[in-house]
């Protein structure tokens, strides 16, 4: 059995690829490198470097190896960049999905897990959110991954190819041996950029926004440890394996913090100032977003280990502590 891993140079995807070896499991990493680096992939992994549009490229990959299974991260996900650039989401994004399932069905490869996100709900009429929830999306890139839900549900119903699509809410956090961590360019996420401020690697931060209907007037998201999350694509990997319908879970802690909760999580946990101001609402940020994920829990028995923001914090600020230049190759 071997599975592979789309993006697993990537932030989240090459914590999967970690948990996926320590799990005996067999795994080749596609990715463009285009985002993603060499240096995150674990020493394990066969890698193939090449982009997921490019047909010519996934069949020369699936003839060299006999693939079971794919986990596809490999996607563009930044929200302001969406808003920016929404034709690149839905080619690199949405096509890269169709592309993938066209080479997919030549070869017979019948499962996949697939990163969504909270995006594709959009602006929630309730919280937390459930999986049944509308799915309205603020923005091009919640847009880009909801079409990639749709298009692998008429291909489940067309060539049954069975799909678990797993929709994250906010990701952070690093593998807690300091061996790998989050390292975009530009890097657009809170808590690495706090993180940044705090290492002396960037000036300064501003909270987009304190005037959103939530307690303290900054938005409200739901975190979760990296490497909780990437043990959720190995029970989702199982749960396709054992035979299960194709469906979607929620990914997400129950709890949501505040921007500015964050912010004072990790003044405590680097014991570091970092200064901070308030600037405008940035484009696209729903109010707040937290998830009901006892769905995950109840169906794939998934029980992450981190629940505590400051224990995530301190993961990631291990990582960008030992490594305030991320993996160097930029
Ligand atoms: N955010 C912020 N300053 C920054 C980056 C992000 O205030 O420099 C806010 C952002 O507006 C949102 C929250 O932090 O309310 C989380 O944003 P992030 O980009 O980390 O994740 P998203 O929720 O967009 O997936």
């Known amino acids: 059995m071997t599975i592979a891993v789309l993006g697993g140079a990537g932030y989240i995807g090459s914590h999967t690829v970690a948990q996926l070896v320590k799990a005996g499991e067999d795994v080749v990493v596609i990715d463009s490198l285009i ?12 890698f193939y470097q090449g982009d997921v549009r490019d047909r ?57 897990v697939f990163s969504s996100t909270a995006a594709t709900y959009g602006e929630p009429k ?19 991954k909801l079409a990639m839900e ?3 549900h008429w291909s489940d119903v067309a060539y049954g190819v069975k799909f678990v699509a ?5 990701v952070a956090g690093a593998m807690p041996d300091g061996s790998i961590g989050e390292d975009h360019h530009p890097e657009t996420h809170l808590i690495p950029i706090i993180l940044q401020v705090a290492a002396g690697t960037r000036d300064g931060l501003q909270i987009f926004g304190d005037d959103y209907d939530t307690p303290d007037g900054t938005n409200v998201r739901d975190y979760v440890h990296v490497v909780d999350l990437a043990d959720a694509h190995i029970l989702a990997l199982n749960y396709l394996r054992a035979g299960h319908d194709s469906t979607a879970f929620n990914l997400g802690s129950a709890t949501g913090f505040s921007n500015l909760e964050i912010l004072k999580s990790a003044r405590e946990v680097t014991g570091k100032t970092i200064p901070a101001e308030i600037g405008p609402r940035r484009p696209g940020d729903p109010s707040t977003l937290i ?30 502590e030992t490594h305030p230049e991320g993996f160097g190759d930029r």
Do not use: C
């Open 126 to 144: 309730q919280v937390p959110i459930k999986e049944t929830d509308p799915q309205v999306p603020t923005n091009p890139y919640g847009e880009s």
């Open 291 to 320: 998830a009901a994920s006892d769905k995950a829990r109840d169906v794939l028995g998934w029980t992450p280990n981190y629940d505590n923001i400051n224990d995530i914090i301190a993961t990631a600020w291990k990582w960008h």
């Open 56 to 112: 010519e490229f996934l069949r020369s990959v699936f003839s060299k190896e006999k693939i079971d299974g794919i986990i596809h991260f490999a996607a563009s996900s930044i929200v302001p960049e969406s808003m920016a650039d929404p034709l690149k989401y839905f080619d690199n994004n949405t096509y890269g999905m169709i592309a993938l399932l066209e080479v997919m069905n030549e070869f017979g490869i019948k499962q996949i």
């Open 35 to 46: 985002t993603g680096h060499k240096a995150a992939i674990n020493p394990a992994a066969r």
């Open 150 to 152: 749709k298009i692998m």
């Open 166 to 170: 797993l929709r994250y809410f906010n």
